[in-house]
């Protein structure tokens, strides 16, 4: 059966500048690299929280088809004013934080490349509380 959410793996234009967003502006931690026969690193893994992972790839390592559909992905935070206050105070760009439809806190960012990120905290009306465990 699934368990949850394993990873999201993004082509990136720039591992480094990518790795430096996702590390030192966001926090995650650095899990893993992916080095090439010469040693070089083409992709890295960081450490959401719990389970979760983001994968990145330098885009000359990775195909991906023309057509995806992905649109953004969501981290869940525990107090969504202090997140935003502590991002924008490192120099990201993230919107004001508004109610979802949802019934749940949200505010948005974008990584280098572009990628949208929902900042996420639920609350007791949120639709997904009965799914909460």
């Known amino acids: 059966m699934i368990r949850g959410l394993a990873h999201i793996c993004f082509r990136v234009s720039d591992l480094e500048a990518s790795l430096a967003f996702y590390r030192d502006r966001l ?3 650095p899990a893993f690299d ?7 690193r083409f992709g890295v893994y960081l ?12 885009a000359e390592a990775v195909k991906t088809a023309p057509d995806q559909s992905y649109q953004h992905f969501c981290l869940e935070v525990d107090d969504i004013e202090q997140t ?10 993230v919107t004001e934080v508004k109610m979802g439809d ?8 974008s990584d280098p490349d572009g990628n949208r990120i929902e900042l996420h905290q639920y609350t ?4 997904q509380a009965p799914s909460l465990r």
């Open 27 to 29: 926090g995650l931690k």
């Open 34 to 40: 992916f080095r090439d026969e010469q040693g070089r």
């Open 47 to 58: 450490h959401v929280g719990g389970r979760n992972f983001i994968e990145l790839f330098a």
């Open 84 to 93: 935003v206050g502590k991002l924008r105070s490192g120099g990201v760009e």
């Open 102 to 109: 949802d019934h749940s806190w949200q505010a948005w960012l």
């Open 124 to 127: 007791p009306e949120s639709w």
